[in-house]
């Protein structure tokens, strides 16, 4: 019984959309390093599309591995638990990296503050939520903002090598993660709204 669940285990782990959160994760220190080498050690601009291509690649593999475990009904709790942390990670990776690069700075750095800090606050009440059973499902509000979060670190990414090309991309990525950062605090509020009675009735346990 227990290596036919052992085998089972495996087999959820290495599904098709599994592999693709997988990859999410993987393209992080390749987004990070492209970035790093043309920024810190001043190396070509090439590095910055080949970091944008990386980091939308790793965009696609997001909306296909939810696409694919919902036809082919290869969901499981692995794959819950594990594309919402690969998605934080990412973000959180990218953002911190642009702000060692420069492009987002002064008063944006407020704008990418309030984003980590929103996700390790939902991300702490769902881990709360998980012990008493409770799930926070993902609202719609919350994926306009993963989509405007992405698309403005998009931008970012390209930075000066987008600029060169239109002079406007690293002001529309700080704009469009200003936005994002709204829809944060939206969303933030939202799902502390949504899960705050569940706590308030466990202490009254």
């Not at 920024?39 to 090439?46: A, E, Q, T, V």
């Not at 594309?83 to 990218?94: F, N």
Request: overall charge neutral.
């Amino acid at each position: 019984m227990t290596t036919t669940t052992s085998q089972a285990t495996a087999r959820h782990m290495l599904s098709l959309p599994n592999i693709l959160t997988f990859a999410r994760i993987a393209a992080i220190p390749v987004v990070v390093g492209c970035v790093y080498a043309q920024s810190i050690m001043d190396g070509p601009l090439r590095l910055r599309w080949v970091a944008l291509g990386v980091f939308i690649a790793a965009g696609v593999t997001d909306f296909l591995d939810g696409y694919y475990a919902r036809i082919w009904d290869q969901q499981s709790a692995f794959g819950k638990m594990l594309d919402p942390i690969a998605d934080k990670l990412l973000v959180a990776s990218c953002l911190l990296m642009l702000a060692a690069d420069g492009i987002i700075h002064g008063w944006t750095l407020w704008a990418a503050i309030v984003i980590l800090c929103r996700e390790i606050l939902v991300s702490g009440l769902r881990e709360y939520l998980a012990g008493l059973r409770v799930s926070v499902p993902v609202t719609k509000v919350a994926k306009w903002k993963t989509t405007v979060q992405l698309v403005a670190i998009g931008f970012l990414l390209a930075g000066e090598a987008g600029d060169l090309i239109f002079p406007f991309v690293t002001q529309i990525g700080l704009l469009l993660l200003w936005i994002s950062a709204i829809f944060t605090i939206y969303t933030g509020w939202d799902y502390f709204q949504a899960g705050i009675h569940h706590l308030i009735e466990e202490d009254e346990k």
